[in-house]
């Protein structure tokens, strides 16, 4: 299971104020933490914390790698601050993201392709988020399809199958794994699939327990990437237990440590 840390976005106040005195030490100690408790990948977004998005991803990205070797998520919905990123990004990165909107498509697969970066694609376009299985699962195979005509392979594309708030749209549960499964069968190799996991909570009073039990759901379904907080212990504890018992780790006593400490070599 790959951890995409989420904690670096000037939507959270420690970052947005750490972006605004450009304070070095904030966003340096959030990504050696977050490595710490498990990430693989840390997220990077500006969010409303900048008027000049692409200077300030670029000082992000520069700030981070002073301090970690990591894998970064460049996350803006503007093509200019996402290759901002991508120019100063040490190791491979992945954008986030697109959707199936031509334009969109149009304006980031060949950012991807120039930068040799993964991609996540959501399954929703210029007309919303289809209500449907068939509807996401057709966004998600033009996003694959678009991917691959740029020179990516299936693998360089994290599929997700977009995740809303369990408060405001309890009814698509039920859609969103089945096209998670829909989403493993496109190609072969498959395409990566990814969830932005804390949308599904948002506006909830027990968030952890709702984040926990959804992601583990998701994991039986065949999500194998998931942007979250590594920070929640039990949530970590929560997708490494499911990952032994779907067979996809060898079961020792101390299977939890044993699995911290491989994840640190990776």
């Not at 697969?109 to 210029?126: H, N, R, S, T, W």
Request: net charge negative; charged share 25%.
């Amino acid at each position: 299971m790959l951890v995409i840390g989420e904690r670096i976005n000037g939507m959270f106040k420690d970052v947005k104020n750490a972006i605004k005195t450009q304070n070095k030490g904030v966003i340096q100690d959030l990504a050696r933490r977050e490595l710490a408790a498990g990430a693989n990948v840390l997220d990077v977004n500006v969010g409303p914390a900048s008027a000049v998005p692409a200077d300030t991803m670029k000082w992000l990205v520069e700030t981070i790698q002073e301090a970690v070797d990591a894998r970064l998520a460049i996350d803006s919905p503007k093509p200019a601050v996402v290759e901002a990123g991508l120019k100063v990004c040490k190791n491979k990165a992945i954008i986030n993201s697109t959707d199936g909107n031509p334009e969109k498509l149009k304006a980031l697969m060949p950012l991807a392709a120039e930068y040799k970066a993964g991609i996540i694609g959501l399954a929703m376009d210029e007309k919303g988020i289809p209500s449907e299985v068939q509807g996401r699962t057709e966004i998600g195979f033009k996003i694959l399809a678009a991917a691959m005509e740029v020179g990516l392979e299936p693998t360089d594309v994290h599929l997700d199958p977009v995740v809303l708030p369990v408060k405001f749209s309890q009814d698509q549960f039920p859609a969103t794994l089945e096209t998670v499964r829909q989403f493993t069968m496109l190609s072969d190799p498959a395409p990566r699939i990814v969830v932005g996991l804390s949308n599904v909570s948002q506006g909830c009073v027990d968030r952890e327990i709702v984040n926990r039990i959804y992601l583990i759901m998701l994991m039986t379904c065949g999500v194998n990437e998931a942007i979250m907080d590594p920070f929640d212990k039990h949530l970590m504890d929560a997708m490494i237990t499911t990952e032994l018992l779907l067979n996809k780790q060898i079961y020792c006593d101390s299977y939890i440590e044993a699995y911290m400490k491989s994840q640190a070599r990776c």
